[in-house]
């Protein structure tokens, strides 16, 4: 008896307690801020202030600003990133036939395309940054070491199909 009056005494104390976040006093964002005192804005999420950069922008800036020398450790993280997040597309040998294209997706012009050959490097770590065409932008995935590293690849793959009289 003692037992059921203690589940059931637990049961009501339970079902007492609404602690339910609907309830909770909180402001949405980008909501209606009038009536707060002393909010600088009309909005509850307040854009940056002028002048101000995300953490890591300048330094970002920076690597992107000048290249690094091409060693051999570069190429070879170059090669490295480029089968992660490029191969996929252009193929391990940047001819256009990565799986994704074997598979239905439009096929991207070849390294060896006149107009990649001749594309400065600033262009390839651009669409490498920012996307071009149907290639979305790799910025938040591809540090800018990573991309000049890629473009020295990609380079290299030139390159080699060059030597090779652009043959497979």
Known sequence: MMRSATIALSFIMLVGCDENMDQQNRMKTYGDAQGIENWPGAGEALAPPSGTIAQGDLARAKAIAHAPPVTSDLLRRGRERYDIYCSVCHGLTGAGDGIVVARGFPKPKPFSDPALMHASADHLLDVIGNGYGLMYSF??????????????????????????GGEP
Do not use: T
Not at 139 to 164: F, G, H
């Open 139 to 164: 910025s938040d995935r591809v540090e800018p070491v990573d991309r000049w590293a890629i473009v020295a690849y990609i380079r290299a793959l030139q390159l080699a199909d060059a030597k090779r």
